[in-house]
């Protein structure tokens, strides 16, 4: 079974500043897809970044981008410029491409905004 | 498009209840989700659809959970009786497979379930 983890239950980075929040993942497939999702005290889930695992190029949206290592089964996510507003919960997530159509999700990583 | 909508926001309910979630798929999705989210589990897929039929329950905790969707507008998702331990948000998401996968789901706002 695929497993999605998050070994940083908590970040804090000062406003302006760059955070890197860390996931790895466990699976035997070859192609699959990860993603970002944030939840904001709202509790709304929203997605943040995608990465195919067939596309070696890092996906970037804005201020935000991935640092996508398929050997080393690394999906880290980069926050540049923090903003206020980009306090929230941060979850990783897959999806194979074939068969089960389930999300997995790792345990999340809460980031705070220090002004 | 009005997104996912979920109802109640919020219940909250007595031990032994029953308790009824109710979900709203974007328009033309034809995949539907329920996951439960606590803090010591995190997020747990329950069930899933595929045009309105149930794929996978494998995560359904107990036969006290129930999942259904009568058409392509609306699911629901059934504790009875309801305990203690059900307390959890529990969020509906939606997606359209034509779409293609990386598109990810699109959920709801949860319904934050407290049992007493």
Sequence with gaps: AQTVTQSQPEMSVQEAETVTLSCTYDTSESDYYLFWYKQPPSRQMILVIRQEAYKQQNATENRFSVNFQKAAKS???KISDSQLGDAAMYFCAYRR???AQKLVFGQGTR???NP | DAGV???PRHEVTEMGQEVTLRCK??????YLFWYRQTMMRGLELL????NNVPIDDSGMPEDRF????PNASFSTL???PSEPRDSAVYFCASTLSSAGWSAGYTFGSGTRLTVV
Excluded at chain 2, 25 to 30: A, E, L, T, V, Y
Excluded at chain 2, 66 to 69: E, G, I, L, V
């Design chain 1, 111 to 113: 980031l705070t905004i």
């Design chain 1, 97 to 99: 491409i074939q068969g």
């Design chain 1, 75 to 77: 999906f880290s996510l």
């Design chain 2, 25 to 30: 798929p974007i328009s033309g999705h034809d």
């Design chain 2, 47 to 50: 069930i899933y659809f595929n």
């Design chain 2, 78 to 80: 059934k504790i009875q």
């Design chain 2, 5 to 7: 909508i979920q109802s």
């Design chain 2, 66 to 69: 129930s999942a259904k969707m």
